[in-house]
């Protein structure tokens, strides 16, 4: 489990392919490693990976095939940096939301542009993601927990502040450029729960429907 609040800019040191999946090594510069062991969980660009070797400096993880497709770190190239979280302790301090490392896929870049000294960013999710994004909710960003500061159709609007931009990726976005999504999960839970019929047939269905939900914030609307 993770907060979505970057804790280092690592960089991608080597990837190599092994029975058709990847292993990836990552040197982690300024993320301590004083406390990891093998088999522990770090965040690279909001996966949530495994590791299976590491020293001081860097660490590796296997990387599979579903992995692979939903998420971008197939496209990185050695020199890349990347968002770095390790997994969080249960006396950490919980300053993002929920984050899984579940990557539920893809986002494009839309539009960037200076808002004061903070940065506005309009992002349009793989089509069926567009559904879970609720105004004033939360979604992570390769890794980043992030506030939705509105919605423009399926797009969503993002004001990214100087801080954050310095110490993840997001600085170095352009348009065009493909990221990491993972919704909230709580999103995800109230659709199962309203679609999942009852075994029995003598339970009686939820008032709470899909409009209900979109209504009062909890989900994205349709498009508009």
């Known amino acids: 489990m993770f907060t979505g609040i970057v804790e280092a800019l690592g960089q991608l040191k080597n990837k190599v392919v092994k029975g058709g999946d990847v292993a990836i090594t990552i040197a982690v510069n300024s993320l301590d490693m004083s406390d990891v ?8 660009n909001g996966v949530c990976l495994t590791v299976v070797a590491f020293n001081s400096s860097e660490f590796t993880a296997d990387v599979s095939l579903e992995s692979l497709s939903l998420t971008g770190l197939d496209q990185l190239a050695p020199g890349a940096a990347v968002n770095l979280e390790k997994a969080m302790l249960p006396t950490s301090r919980f300053g993002g939301h ?25 992002v349009r999710p793989d089509s069926e993601l567009a559904r879970y994004i609720a105004k004033k909710g939360s979604i992570t960003l390769d890794g980043c927990s992030l506030t939705v500061n509105d919605l423009i159709g399926d797009d969503f609007v993002l004001n990214v502040i100087p801080h954050t931009q310095q110490e993840t990726i997001i600085k170095n976005y352009k348009v065009g450029d493909r990221v990491n ?3 909230d999960v709580v999103a995800r839970y109230l659709e199962r729960l309203l679609t999942q019929g009852s075994d ?8 709470i429907s899909m409009g209900f939900l979109a209504e009062h914030g909890f989900i994205g609307r349709t498009k508009r």
């Open 200 to 207: 029995s047939g003598s339970q009686p269905k939820s008032n």
């Open 98 to 122: 929920i984050v899984s490392g579940h990557v539920d896929g893809q986002g494009e870049i839309v539009q960037l542009e200076p808002s004061a000294r903070s940065v506005r960013i309009v």
């Open 37 to 44: 062991k093998l088999g522990d969980s770090i965040a690279v």
């Open 181 to 183: 999504l993972e919704v």
